[in-house]
């Protein structure tokens, strides 16, 4: 009797990787000024993917210089209908090049192609389409007697866990304001926004509109530094955050900053429980836990929580954890080794403190940056795992008796970017969401976006709306 | 057990994206076929087509297993008996009044009775929707007992009909009242109702069936029922019932899909994966 098992499924379209790749400003492809390139790798593999240029202060000068030129040249006066032309051109070419962009993403970061695929990729064009549209509209994102106007040179910074869809992110709204754009892409994962680049090439972009500079922390911080930038957008660390805020103190600088997350996913008895246990899956394995709004402490009301363990037990021996370019692979790696040992280092806190894990039982692939489905039970609001933002596919279980409890333990953290609740009860989910301190709440759902959502946190997850009409007022002055 | 619709349509959706290739193709086909009830229930059916349905259950094509069961009427069991002596393949038969199971409970009884003494191996019945949906559970319930009292051994699958019940919440309920009233199976629909088996709904079943034996020690099995032509279909049901319920359950004692058409598209997706092109529709006996 043959046995129902799933073969390989290898995704088969190629990406197109250059070996080498220099900084793309003011419309061309030049090498970095100090001639130092960079290896990005794939995670997956541990092999050298492409080597891409190093960019430094001489270099991110060069770009700005770039977008202010084309600011003031073109784009701020161009028609609104020609730069929605332009926009509409990206997101249908994004479209387009879908699959390629699915498989490299996946092969730069390691997450799976199943993700890329339905996910980041068509999002990223979803972003484009949505402030296409808004380009000639934008009165209408106005207060009464406003007259929209764009900021000027953007410099953007995106971090290593969604790069195509934060650079998308960004790009979109700033360029439908009329803002010109200075990208500094995740030193681990910079080969999307660099295919995004050459998009953006082949639309014909006034030169300059938009410049992509590769390079570490070092570059971020020229870009941040820089004083013809009229406004930084970065989503990353709270740690760097802190520090761009710090800098640009005092400055005329606006800044928009979407931060870490420790959110709160919380369970009521009452809950439709298969699903909301898909929700919690989805939460914390969602992209490895490489999610800023990832659902990563899990409040169960007390009466439930042992039929939670068990179901949750069973369930992640079914997450299939491998091979990112398989069409069936729901874990794949792990962005980096540097995650890796980061998201080690808290585990084996989380066993020191006396919780206790629970993992799938899987093979983990001999090469390669992977960490299985894990969680931990016993956990309490003092131990590490529940207060730091891990970053991985750990969740921390915790207990609740009463919703102002659950409440209250949900906003015991110096986070509040994102929160879940599932209850059958609409008057308890509008109760709880109504207290909880998160820029997003879900209710019987988690991990749901649409460009017309606005999407940010407050406390330390940072400030500022991206997606929605929200998104459009970061980028316009009035 | 209170569903949600939008995260249960989206794991449905999501476990309809599993890539089956190659082998697993292949095995999941061979699997479809001796899961499979093959079917016929339509008012001209005779003695002649239900023997012809009997040779290709019990020998779809050379080197290939056959069937689990044949389903038809109670007046056509004998005939489908006849003509399976000395296989393994079994007699199933619709009773209690199908499609719609609007009928007094010992006519319903009475037709079980009249389906097992002609030979039946297992019995399919519907419940009474008209009483489900107008709140009188305990009716549907009682009918599933007596039912199920009439069959003793012979196998009982119990049809909900999801495609006239209230939505999710409702199937799921139905399903759990089946699974507690003593169903060895329950089954999705009658084939004969504007909406057929849908991946949500069988999602819903598994997790029922999962629960009920998590919580009794009993296994149940899950029959899915109308509509099912296709082999990507068919394959994205083994693909619900494996990762919900796990291999435990991928087998003809605990799994059915009841199809008609179903069978020839299953045969040639073999041949093509086995010669690697699709052969003629002409090359596959139509009954």
């Known amino acids: ?478 | 057990m209170s569903v949600d619709a939008v995260t249960l349509e989206t794991r449905a959706n999501s476990l309809a994206t599993r890539s089956i290739k190659t082998s697993a193709k292949v095995a999941g086909i061979h699997l479809a076929i001796r899961c499979m009830d093959l079917t016929s229930l339509e008012g001209k059916d005779s003695v002649g087509r239900v023997r012809s349905l009997c040779a290709k259950a019990a020998r779809p094509a050379p080197g290939v297993p056959s069937v689990a069961a044949v389903c038809v009427y109670p007046s056509l069991v004998s005939a489908a008996k006849e003509a399976l002596r000395g296989t393994l393949v079994r007699v199933a038969s619709v009773a209690t009044a199908f499609p719609s199971g609007l009928a007094p409970l010992d006519v319903k009884l009475a037709d079980t009775r009249d389906a097992i003494e002609a030979g039946a191996d297992e019995i399919d019945m519907v419940i009474d929707r008209g009483a489900f949906l107008a709140g009188d559970e305990q009716r549907v319930f009682d009918d599933i007992v007596a039912v199920k009292r009439v069959c003793a051994n012979v196998r009982l699958k119990v049809i909900l009909e999801s495609g006239e019940l209230g939505g999710y919440d409702d199937v799921r309920r139905a399903a759990d009242l089946a699974l507690d009233a003593g169903a060895d199976f329950i089954k999705t629909s009658t084939g004969k109702a504007g909406t057929n088996a849908t991946f949500p709904v069988a999602v819903t079943m598994c997790e029922a069936i999962r629960e009920h034996a998590r919580r009794t020690g009993r296994r149940a099995g899950l029959k899915i029922a109308g509509g099912v032509k296709t082999t990507k279909t068919a394959l994205t049901y083994l693909v619900i019932v494996k990762e919900i319920l796990g291999d435990g359950w991928l087998t003809p004692q605990y799994l059915r899909i009841g199809a008609s058409s179903l069978l020839d598209d299953l045969l040639m997706q073999l041949e093509k994966e086995q010669t690697g092109a699709y052969a003629g529709l002409d090359y596959f006996p139509k009954d």
């Open chain 1, 1 to 478: 009797m043959t046995i129902f098992e799933y073969a390989p499924a290898p995704e088969t379209t190629r990406a197109n990787v250059r070996k080498e790749y220099g900084l793309f400003i003011d419309g061309k492809w030049m090498a970095p000024a100090s001639g130092r390139y960079f290896e990005t790798v794939n995670p997956a593999t541990e092999e050298v993917l492409a080597k891409v240029g190093h960019g430094d202060a001489t270099d991110v000068d060069r770009a700005v210089r770039a977008a202010r030129r084309a600011y003031e040249k073109y784009w701020r006066k161009m028609k609104p209908a020609e730069r929605a032309k332009y926009l509409y051109r990206i997101s249908r070419t994004l479209v387009e090049r879908s699959r390629e962009l699915a498989v490299l993403e996946t092969m730069d970061g390691g997450k799976p192609v199943k993700e890329s695929r339905d996910f980041d990729v068509p999002m990223s064009a979803a972003h484009f389409f949505y402030y296409a549209g808004w380009a000639d509209k934008l009165e209408y994102a106005m207060r009464a007697g406003e007259t929209p106007r764009p900021v000027g040179v953007a410099g953007q910074i995106v971090p290593w866990n969604f790069p195509l869809l934060m650079a998308a992110w960004k790009i979109a709204p700033a360029l439908a304001c009329g803002n010109t754009v200075v990208l500094k892409p995740a030193e681990t994962t910079p080969l999307t926004a660099l295919a995004l680049a050459q998009i953006i090439e082949e639309a014909d972009l006034p030169p300059g509109t938009v410049n992509v500079v590769t390079g570490d922390d070092t570059t971020g911080a020229a870009l941040v530094e820089h004083e013809e930038v009229d406004k930084i957008a970065f989503t990353g660390s709270t740690e760097v955050g802190k520090r761009i805020a710090r800098t640009t103190a005092g400055t005329r600088k606006r800044l928009t900053l979407e931060l870490g997350g420790k959110a709160a996913h919380i369970l009521f008895s009452d809950a439709p429980l298969d699903q909301a246990i898909e929700g919690v899956v989805n939460g914390i394995y969602f992209n490895q836990g490489h999610v800023c709004c990832a659902g990563s402490r899990l409040l169960v009301q007390e009466s439930i929580h042992d039929e939670v363990v068990v179901r949750l037990t069973e369930r992640i021996q079914t997450l299939r954890l491998g091979d990112p370019l398989d069409k069936n692979t729901d874990i794949g790696a792990i962005n980096s080794k540097s995650q890796r040992d980061k998201i080690l280092d808290l585990v084996r806190s989380g066993i020191d403190e006396g919780a206790t894990l629970v993992q799938q039982a899987c093979q983990i692939p001999e090469r390669g940056y992977y960490f299985p489905a894990s969680f931990f039970t016993g956990v309490q609001q003092s131990h590490r795992i529940a207060r730091e933002e891990i970053f991985g596919p750990v969740l921390s279980v915790l207990t609740f008796r009463t919703a102002d409890e659950a409440v209250e333990k949900a906003n015991n953290t110096p986070y509040g970017l994102s929160a879940g609740v599932w209850t059958d009860k609409g008057s308890k989910n509008m109760y709880i969401a109504q207290r909880l301190k998160a820029g997003v709440v879900w209710c019987n759902t988690f991990n749901l976006f649409d460009p017309s959502s606005p999407f940010g946190g407050y406390r330390e997850s940072g400030f500022g709306r991206e997606g929605g009409v929200h998104g459009l007022k970061e980028y316009l002055a009035c």
